[in-house]
Nanobody, 128 residues
Framework: QVQLVESGGGLVQPGGSLRLSCAASGLALHSRGVAWFRQVPGKEREAVSAISRSAGSTYYADSVKGRFTISGENLKNTVYLQMNSLKPEDTAVYYC?????????????????????WGQGTQVTVSS
């Protein structure tokens, strides 16, 4: 059975750091693109970052460039999101997702409809 489990969320002060983990079972997580999304109540789900092993590329939303870093460990079947210089506007539930097969992942990585496996999310709260 396929399962993605996020962890690492919590309460942090502005300017602080957190590392989120997405651990997968039942599938090879890195065989397709993996992305982090976040969502605030009342707002649309927002793509944050993604990694594509086949393309050898990482992708970041403008709002997190220079602050967040996505990475993965194939042997652990895990993807990470290192979040530095956190701001209150980063507060959200963060989800990881594994993409469907896409020939041009880089062109569509922000489209949530192109992901077919999702975790349950982990809460990140940035507040003083």
């Amino acid at each position: 059975q396929v399962q993605l489990v996020e962890s690492g969320g919590g309460l942090v002060q502005p300017g602080g750091s957190l590392r989120l983990s997405c651990a997968a079972s039942g599938l090879a997580l890195h065989s397709r693109g993996v992305a982090w999304f976040r969502q605030v109540p009342g707002k649309e789900r927002e793509a944050v970052s993604a990694i594509s092993r086949s393309a050898g590329s990482t992708y970041y939303a403008d709002s997190v460039k220079g602050r967040f870093t996505i990475s993965g460990e194939n042997l652990k079947n895990t993807v990470y999101l290192q979040m530095n210089s956190l701001k209150p506007e980063d507060t959200a539930v963060y989800y990881c997702a594994r993409a469907r097969r896409m020939a041009t992942y880089g062109a569509y990585w922000m489209d949530s409809s192109r992901y077919n496996f999702w975790g349950q999310g982990t809460q990140v709260t940035v507040s003083s």
